[in-house]
């Protein structure tokens, strides 16, 4: 059996609704965001797919301003769909994401970087496959209407760092 190739990609498309207690919370809006990612596979071709259950939230101390929010983000591995059903379950088993003892992956950040206008660097805690490891994303601020924000966060992964 061939294994995963070298990388990942992850690009969230997120949608945030917002709630303000003392500070503004953006909630993870299910319904219209995405979790996607490209895996190359047999170190020459891609495989596109995503993460269907999730959610999450980004505490913003300054408003609307995402400068030093902190993320929490929570991905079932059990969501995960890819273009055939086969490589879902083959992605959902030990030799990938190991789902039986690691249901969920999770991303955590103290604190977004502002880079310039609309754009952060979110270093923070991805956990996959219940090992934590150390990660930077960017993110850009697509905009915000009324109560709502959209995100587009990316990042590259190495299938090293993953344990896979």
């Known amino acids: ?17 917002q709630q303000t207690l003392g500070q503004t919370i953006w ?3 299910g319904a219209h965001s995405n979790i996607n990612f490209a895996i190359q596979w047999e170190d020459f071709a891609f495989r596109t797919g995503e993460f269907k259950l999730f959610g999450g939230k ?3 101390p300054n408003g609307q301003d995402l400068k030093d929010a902190r993320v929490q983000l929570n991905i079932m591995v059990a ?6 059903e086969k490589l879902s379950k083959m992605l959902q088993n030990a030799e990938y ?8 992956i999770t991303f955590t950040c103290d604190q977004l970087k502002k880079k310039k206008k609309n754009t952060y660097q979110a270093n923070g805690m991805l956990t996959v496959r219940c090992v ?5 994303f960017d993110v850009e601020l697509l905009g915000m209407k009324e109560n709502y924000a959209a995100l587009k966060v990316t990042g590259l ?3 090293s760092q993953l344990g896979i």
């Open 58 to 60: 980004i505490e913003a």
């Open 132 to 136: 934590p490891q150390q990660v930077v």
């Open 97 to 104: 994401l190991d789902s039986a003892r690691c249901p969920m």
């Open 27 to 29: 909630n993870i809006n």
């Open 1 to 17: 059996m061939k294994s995963i190739g070298l990388f990942l990609k992850f690009i969230f498309w997120l949608v945030l609704t």
């Open 79 to 84: 969501g995960v769909d890819l273009i055939a």
């Open 157 to 159: 992964l190495q299938k």
